[in-house]
């Protein structure tokens, strides 16, 4: 179950799409390989801040630091000024090079965002065993930048959605239906149709939809990138669960032709076996406890 692996094929996939006009999205979203994007200067295969930052929070979960803020946002620093890359919102990337610390970056961050940032991130989270660990560590990464209640909420669906995923607890179909009970929200059990936007919770949404609807990655990466707009993000919200539960059919081109420097697809890998090694021996420690 490579879920970095794969999050980061969704990513960088989409790359090729976001906000692209919708026919070229139709002309090109064939799956046979990554596409160049016809507006932004960006590599083919090479993923984006959607990857960086989820990297960032699974490498501090599989060191087993403390999770707080300081840790989350140091990590945040380390990761893009050791591989900077395009992809960041103009902004918070100009903020990113900026920063050279945990503490400088919590000092002046303007943490006021619904968008989905907070949410393409969260899928370390979703290993963790009980529900109660996934909530309580996705409002801690999401707070250190898009503390607002649909800046949480997302993130939350979409760490919930790698958990529902992760230890099968119920049809696939039904994971809107379950993250709705469990939030307390029926938007996560309604359909998304349409463009993506930039908010948070319409990319989850969409994910989730796409999620439901199919039974292959293939097919869930397809229908991710036809919704066009925030496409990258979708794909990497989704892939992320159907790594667990999906038919691994991506085109050997997708997976082989993902960007392989110092932090690519075999970092990803590797991180992804600890991640998967530490969330078995959780299970074994505590079978029952992902039902909490």
């Not at 087993?64 to 380390?78: K, L």
């Not at 959605?161 to 049809?171: K, S």
């Not at 989730?208 to 293939?218: G, N």
Request: charged share 25%.
């Amino acid at each position: 179950m490579d879920v970095l692996v794969e999050l980061a094929v969704g990513d960088a996939y989409g790359a090729g799409f976001e906000y692209a006009p919708a026919g070229f999205v139709a002309e090109h979203n064939t799956l046979r390989d990554y596409v160049r994007h016809p507006r932004h200067d960006l590599r083919p295969g090479a993923y984006t801040d959607d990857t960086q930052m989820t990297l960032a929070l699974a490498e501090l979960l599989a060191d087993g630091e403390e999770w707080t803020p300081e840790t989350i946002a140091e990590r945040f620093v380390a990761a893009f000024h050791r591989d900077p890359r395009p992809g960041y919102a103009r902004g918070f990337q100009a903020f990113l090079g900026e920063v050279r610390t945990g503490a400088d970056f919590l000092a002046r961050i303007r943490p006021h965002s619904d968008k989905s940032g907070a949410a393409m991130r969260a899928a370390p989270a979703g290993l963790l065993s009980t529900v109660d660990e996934v909530l309580a560590r996705t409002a801690v990464q999401a707070r250190v930048t898009h503390d607002t209640p649909d800046g949480v909420a997302s993130a939350s669906a979409a760490a919930l959605a790698v958990h529902y995923c992760r230890h099968g607890l119920g049809p696939v179909a039904e994971v809107g239906e379950w993250i709705a009970d469990r939030l307390g929200s029926p938007v996560w059990a309604r359909p998304w149709r349409g463009e993506v936007g930039e908010k948070g919770v319409m990319s989850v949404r969409a994910a989730l939809t796409a999620l439901a609807a199919h039974d292959t990655q293939s097919g869930v990466l397809r229908a991710c990138v036809a919704f066009t707009g925030d496409v990258d993000t979708v794909a990497t919200v989704a892939l992320a669960a159907a790594s667990h539960t999906h038919r691994a059919d991506l085109p050997a081109t997708l997976l082989d032709g993902l960007e392989n420097g110092a932090y690519g697809r075999d970092h990803l890998a590797g991180l992804d076996a600890r991640l998967t090694a530490q969330s078995d021996a959780r299970l074994t420690a505590a079978p029952d406890a992902r039902r909490a």
